[in-house]
């Protein structure tokens, strides 16, 4: 579903990425971890169009869509979750979530999404009325993610979404994430936190410096020496 190539990417001088492969099949979830500024961040904004690459190709769905306009991505059915939320305070929640349906003309679908992003989120139906600043971490988290479903993506990107939030509140937000999966969305997932990523995750990559170190499935990257010792304590 997703095949990035050889992507380098600057910012100026600073090379953020250094000749990245990987790839996303339809139906999985895959991780990308590493360490605080390894570059996980930089891979999802220029998978979204926000970053311009100096090299390599960005397919989806057999569509080079590198460089093409952040709101034409979104189009084609990729969504971004940032690190830290981003929910537009000032605006309620409803009103957030509305945000994610822009793009769309389908009133009466949007209006059914909304519902079922309420189902999952019961919170969010609480406090339709509320400004979104004043909620918590998790429901911002929780508005985030209901933000992008809404806007029916086949691919979701989600970056650190386990950033402040309390372990109770990591759980429930990886279930919800695998829950999401499971109803037919692709995941793209960026953790600093690889237990829980690597844990729901089909396959993963280890990013170091801007490269990447190792791959495989969940469960192999769970059990190997390396991201033991680097990431998990072991
Ligand atoms: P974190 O989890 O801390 O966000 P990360 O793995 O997501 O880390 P990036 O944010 O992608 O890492 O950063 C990769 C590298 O690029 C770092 O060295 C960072 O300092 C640098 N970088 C990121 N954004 C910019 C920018 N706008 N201008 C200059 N350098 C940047």
């Known amino acids: 579903m997703l095949e990035v190539n050889n992507l380098t990417v600057h910012y100026g001088v600073i090379e953020a990425i250094r000749d990245v492969s990987f790839e996303v099949r339809q139906g999985e979830i895959v991780s990308l971890i590493g360490a605080n500024g390894a570059g996980k961040t930089t891979i999802l904004q220029t998978i979204s169009g926000l970053n311009k690459p100096s090299n390599g190709s960005i397919y989806f769905k057999q ?38 349906a ?42 985030a993610m209901g933000r992008a479903l809404v806007s ?51 396959r993963g990559y280890v990013l170091e410096t801007g490269k990447i170190v190792t791959s495989g499935t969940g469960e192999k990257l769970l059990e190997s020496d390396e991201v033991q010792k680097a990431y998990l304590g072991g």
């Not at 306009?69 to 309620?92: C, D, M, N, Q, Y």
């Not at 909304?114 to 979104?132: H, K, W, Y």
């Open 63 to 100: 569509k080079n869509i590198r460089s093409i306009a952040p709101k034409k991505i979104v189009k084609s059915g990729i969504s971004h979750v940032p690190e830290g939320r981003h929910v537009f305070s000032g605006l309620t929640v409803k009103e957030n979530l509305e945000m994610g």
């Open 102 to 143: 822009f793009l769309r003309k389908d009133k009466e679908g949007v209006k059914k999404d909304m519902a079922t992003v309420f189902e999952r989120f019961p919170v969010l139906e609480e406090r339709v009325a509320q400004d979104a600043a004043t909620l918590s971490g998790g429901e911002q988290q929780m508005l």
């Open 152 to 202: 029916q993506p086949k691919l979701l990107l989600l970056d650190e979404p386990s950033m402040g939030l309390a372990p109770l509140f990591i759980r429930e937000i990886f279930s919800i994430i695998e829950d999401i999966n499971q109803n037919g969305t692709t995941i793209l997932l960026v953790e600093q936190n690889a237990k829980v990523a690597l844990e729901i995750s089909n």
